[in-house]
Nanobody
Framework: QVQLVESGGGLVQTGGSLRLSCAAS????????MGWYRQPPGQQRELVAQ???????NYADSVKGRFTISRDNAKNTVYLQMNSLKPEDTAVYYC??????????????WGQGTQVTVSS
């Protein structure tokens, strides 16, 4: 069994910062790409940022210059540092990972989501 568990969401004022964490646990052999997605109220889920196993990154245009994705491979953890938050960043944020299990099955996994609310 593999689990992705997010933490760090909450309520923050416009211009504030939050740091999300997502720890992967279970029968993991190796983790490939990791990422953060978000789903604003009444909207579809969208990519926020991705990071590869060799630390290449990709960001949605709406968060470039404000958000930073990073990972700690020793801890199987991915982070999202969010600065200069805006009300339009309000969403449920989901962690995502492509990984191989100890039985060498490669699959895509999602966390349960964490709510981020930015007040104006």
């Amino acid at each position: 069994q593999v689990q992705l568990v997010e933490s760090g969401g909450g309520l923050v004022q416009t211009g504030g910062s939050l740091r999300l964490s997502c720890a992967a646990s279970g029968s993991i052999f190796t983790i490939y790409d990791m990422g953060w997605y978000r789903q604003p109220p009444g909207q579809q889920r969208e990519l926020v940022a991705q990071i590869t196993s060799d630390f290449s990154t990709n960001y949605a245009d709406s968060v470039k210059g404000r958000f930073t994705i990073s990972r700690d491979n020793a801890k199987n953890t991915v982070y999202l540092q969010m600065n200069s938050l805006k009300p339009e960043d309000t969403a449920v944020y989901y962690c995502n990972a492509d990984l191989a299990t100890m039985s060498y099955d490669i699959d895509n996994y999602w966390g349960q989501g964490t709510q981020v609310t930015v007040s104006s």
